[in-house]
T-cell receptor, first 115, second 115 residues
Framework: ETGVTQTPRHLVMGMTNKKSLKCEQHLGHNAMYWYKQSAKKPLELMFVYSLEERVENNSVPSRFSPECPNSSHLFLHLHTLQPEDSALYLC??????????????FGPGTRLTVT | AQSVTQLDSHVSVSEGTPVLLRCNYSSSYSPSLFWYVQHPNKGLQLLLKYTSAATLVKGINGFEAEFKKSETSFHLTKPSAHMSDAAEYFCVVSLFDSGTYKYIFGTGTRLKVLA
């Protein structure tokens, strides 16, 4: 399998549930990203990892907890979410973090609905 | 402030007619620029990128964009629209900020193609 994959593609969870989103990249990249895409809002960068080390955390609530066990896998652990957290969560990877011309490759996203 | 602006939130064209999606940027440095496309319920796919080489950049699916420094623009064009081009398009600028390069996303332009 090639590119960036995400599972599950759709997730419905209650506010008291705990769930995890998974991202895997098959491109040999060293950097991985989580984005949130809400309707009528620009893409919001949530977290950036470089070689399993978190290098950026953009004021994301603690109910979102990322984990990067190796450079190919990235998780987003979710707990006690709010309805306003319903969105499309996109994972991306790039060759490195911080290069001027390193394009990012995106997964298909997980559509999250919090009830 | 360094940013990217997509001038139209929605564009409608008839099948077979030209497409123009506008993007302007502001930057203190020479930027790298990208166009991505997102089809419904899918991730973002890279169409093309500019990285200070040729100012006219050709991408996939017949799209191209021209970097115009004097106008600080990077408009996306296609000579003849196809129904499958209906999607949302994002202009992205990679800017040097606080010691590293960051992706700055535009708010997107939704392209509608009429039969």
């Amino acid at each position: 399998e090639t590119g960036v994959t995400q599972t599950p593609r759709h997730l419905v969870m209650g506010m008291t549930n705990k769930k995890s989103l998974k991202c895997e990249q098959h491109l040999g990249h060293n950097a991985m990203y989580w984005y949130k895409q809400s309707a009528k809002k620009p893409l919001e960068l949530m977290f950036v990892y470089s070689l399993e080390e978190r290098v950026e955390n953009n004021s994301v609530p603690s109910r979102f907890s990322p984990e990067c066990p190796n450079s190919s896998h990235l998780f987003l652990h979710l707990h006690t979410l709010q309805p306003e957290d319903s969105a499309l969560y996109l994972c991306a990877s790039s060759q490195e973090v911080g290069g001027p011309s390193y394009e990012q490759y995106f997964g298909p996203g997980t559509r999250l609905t919090v009830t | 402030a360094q940013s990217v602006t997509q001038l139209d939130s929605h564009v409608s064209v008839s099948e077979g007619t030209p497409v123009l999606l506008r993007c302007n940027y502001s930057s203190s440095y020479s930027p790298s620029l990208f166009w991505y496309v997102q089809h419904p319920n899918k991730g973002l796919q890279l169409l093309l990128k500019y990285t200070s080489a040729a100012t006219l950049v050709k991408g996939i699916n017949g799209f191209e964009a021209e970097f115009k420094k004097s106008e600080t623009s990077f408009h996306l064009t296609k000579p003849s629209a196809h129904m499958s081009d209906a999607a949302e398009y994002f202009c992205v600028v990679s800017l040097f900020d606080s010691g590293t390069y960051k992706y700055i996303f535009g708010t997107g332009t939704r392209l509608k193609v009429l039969a």
